[in-house]
């Protein structure tokens, strides 16, 4: 790979990693290099449709291009049709955004949301990958794999998962209340995990809500299918050994 592909990468991916879009300088300071050297990869960048100037700024993007690869990387994920329509009953009957994380190595891709009722809403992009220890969809898939890695600071938590069966996290704009994520269990082992992602359950008593076994017999299902036709929910990446992987 020649040097300016391989810098055009590196601001590619300081673009898709930022919360916010950033400018030729920010970028410069973050990578060690010159704004003009950022300028001119962000220019090649953008012809390409991989970033896109964040309404006519100065500040950049990502691009359409970047949208379709994202797509086109999500929809080898079968697991995606199969639980679409479980999200969709599952968010209407909670009122809020409905997801599905799937394992990929040791992290969580999302790759699929129905939107709820509910006009508040924090949650992440389609795509977005987090360690599997730090996200609430993370943790409900972490908690259910024999081949997990030891993770001591969270043992209480995943300890706590695994005896009632879903994973919370408090929510950051309601204090007290807390998302819920079910893990997709295959062979006792999880694949996935379904996440509803408002703040829905009082984490002072996570257990006692009353639409709980509403949300149970939703989710309950989808892990039938996947005993049933794991054929299904296979991953398109699945032979990897989870150490071979390496995202973000």
């Not at 992009?125 to 969270?154: C, H, N």
């Amino acid at each position: 790979m020649s040097s300016s592909a391989a810098r055009a990468l590196r601001i590619l991916e300081t673009v898709g990693a930022a919360e916010r879009p950033l400018g030729p300088t920010e970028i410069g300071q973050k990578l060690g290099l010159p704004a003009g050297t950022v300028f001119r990869g962000l220019d090649a960048l953008d012809r390409a449709g991989y970033v896109a100037r964040f309404r006519a700024s100065s500040k950049f993007v990502l691009g359409k291009s970047v949208a379709a690869l994202r797509q086109s990387l999500l929809a080898r994920f079968p697991i995606r049709d199969v639980t679409a329509p479980y999200l969709r009953q599952l968010a209407f009957a909670s009122g809020e955004t409905c997801s599905l994380t799937v394992r990929l190595g040791w992290c969580g891709l999302r790759i699929a949301a129905a939107p709820g009722t509910n006009e508040v809403t924090n949650a992440p992009p389609l795509g977005a990958v987090r360690p599997l220890g730090e996200g609430l969809a993370g943790r409900a898939i972490l908690a259910f794999l024999r081949d997990a890695p030891p993770e001591k600071p969270l043992a209480r938590v995943l300890a706590e998962i695994r005896q009632r069966g879903f994973a919370t996290e408090e929510t950051a704009f309601a204090r007290g209340r807390a998302a819920i994520a079910f893990p997709l269990r295959r062979d006792g082992q999880a694949i996935a995990a379904i996440a509803v992602e408002g703040p829905v359950i009082d984490l002072k008593n996570a257990s006692a809500h009353d639409d709980l076994p509403r949300w149970r017999e939703i989710v309950e299902p989808v892990e039938r299918l996947a005993q049933a036709r794991p054929a299904l929910f296979a991953g398109p990446f699945d032979h990897l050994d989870p150490d071979d992987v390496r995202l973000g």
